[in-house]
């Protein structure tokens, strides 16, 4: 009966259009904070109004990350991220910070000595504790949660940790000394190990390897971070079910961290337009493929309640979206629960079915 009334009024305020004044952050308060990830840029248009009214917590896309906030030695750029910071805190938003160590978007700087040879393991190592250390304590008391290693581990099947400047000077101990900066840093913030293609059961065994190696050697590691960046073609049913139920088997948090829904079938890898690319219309097959995969997941997400303590979205709506860009650079994609003008979508609706 509780879910026959919770339908008809999702159904009957759907009809009177957006005027309701609840969002989704009121729909699953009982289950998890509803997140996005915001640029200042959009936060200081309507986009900004659309997030308090929705959502909970907030993820800096990037203005938090190495690159944009560290962009020199001894430089730091305070900026954009203090002005998220300052939006979540006026509105009593959770925020997310997004990433201490990540092999994309870090500056070329780090990595070189003075004449532009490759710096040693010791010099990289303490300039990583210098950034983790300003960092984190910048932000102690507003960030609660923070994403400090991201997509360390390979997605070539027969290679364990990605090859990156970081893995290739420091080795595997930059995983471990980042955790425990961080937790120096400040003692109350819950750390995350993030990455993607978490439903492939092959890369999958690797990220929980590498968190079974952080936990077993005493590292301060509060949780993983799913990033669910997945398609109207995956993940199924047994294969999403399959994923949580293992990373349930942890015993730590789980965190939905970039959610989004490509209404293209799943590439991996970026590659050049073909002229099939120009179908772009977001057409009444692909809003219901992408419906099914959206409600299929937030009835995961419920069951495993539990587990799961905060689902975030990437990006605001189909406005602006990463995936306008990737894999096929310049086509439309629409994966998110509202259009261009911000409009809640028919797939909002039914992620409130319940």
Known sequence: MKKLILTACVAAVAATGFAQQKGLKDYYKAYFPIGVAVSPRALATEQGDLVKKEFNSMTPENAMKMGPIHPREGEFNWRDADSVAAFAKRNSMKL????????????????????????????????????ITTVVNRYKGTVYAWDVVNEAISDKPDEYLRPSLWYQICG????????????????????????YDEINPVKRAKIIRLVNSL??????????????????????????????????????????????ISVYPKEHSARERRPSDSDTAFTPQKEQQQIDVYKMSFELFRKYRKNISSVTFWNISDRFTWLDNFPVRGRKDHPLLFDRN?????????VLKF
């Open 342 to 350: 911000l409009q809640p979508k028919k797939v909002y609706w039914e």
């Open 215 to 260: 936990k077993a050697a005493g590292i301060p590691i509060h949780g993983v971070g799913l990033q669910a960046h997945w398609a109207i073609n995956e993940p199924t049913r047994p294969q999403l079910e399959s994923t949580l139920k293992d990373f349930a088997a942890l015993g730590l948090q789980m965190h939905i961290t970039e959610l989004d």
């Open 172 to 195: 595997e101990e930059y995983i471990a000394k980042a955790f425990q900066w961080a937790h120096e840093a400040d003692p109350k913030a819950l750390l995350f190990y993030n990455d």
């Open 96 to 131: 997310r910070g997004h990433t201490l160590v990540w092999h994309t978007q870090a500056p070329a700087w780090i990595f070189k000595d003075s004449a532009g040879g490759q710096v040693s393991k010791e010099v990289l190592l303490q300039r990583m504790k210098h950034h």
